[in-house]
């Protein structure tokens, strides 16, 4: 087991960790963050997407370890306080999930995609294929696209 530091939504944490252990596995297991969902734990759904220092990053390919000195952002802390990130609301204004198991990874995803001066202005096809590591089982798409799109413009 190894000590290890991560800085989660802000807060700084002290684990006694197998190295192996994934960041995913951490935030659910040890931190009892379940917000990051577990899809296909092979870094194939997107539903484990967290933010390190502001990037998109799958936590089920992430070992704990290496997130260490980097800000890591889940689902539980993108909303300040009780005011929601615009991805958020934007989600919610569009129906923009059904059974709601993928929306975590996908407003983590598509609120990075606004970070990048490239994709912040991207057309539908531009975000769909920025999107495509996102994987929705129930066929949420369109209202995804939509989602994003209203948070483009906000
Ligand atoms: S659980 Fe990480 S990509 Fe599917
Ligand atoms: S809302 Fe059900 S998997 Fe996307």
Same mark, same amino acid.
């Given at each position: 087991m190894l000590p290890i530091e991560l800085n989660i939504n802000g807060h700084r944490h002290h684990l006694q960790l197998d190295?192996? %252990?994934a960041l995913l596995d951490a935030l659910?297991?040890?931190?009892?963050?379940?917000? %990051?969902k577990k899809g296909c734990d092979h870094g194939q759904c997107g539903a484990c997407t967290v933010h390190l220092d502001g990037q998109s990053a799958l936590a089920c390919l992430t070992l704990a370890v290496m997130a260490q000195g980097k800000a890591i952002t889940t689902i539980e802390g993108l909303a300040k306080g009780d005011v929601l990130h615009p991805m958020q609301a934007a989600f919610i204004k569009h129906d923009a999930?059904?059974?709601?198991?993928c929306t975590p990874g996908q407003i983590m995803a598509a609120a990075a995609l606004l970070q990048d001066k490239h994709a912040r202005h991207g057309s539908a096809v531009e975000i769909r294929e920025a999107m495509s590591g996102n994987l929705c089982r129930c066929a949420a798409y369109p209202n995804i696209i939509a989602a994003i799109q209203e948070a483009q413009r906000a």
């Open positions: 190295p192996r %252990t659910r297991e040890n931190l009892h963050l379940t917000g %990051t999930f059904q059974c709601g198991y």
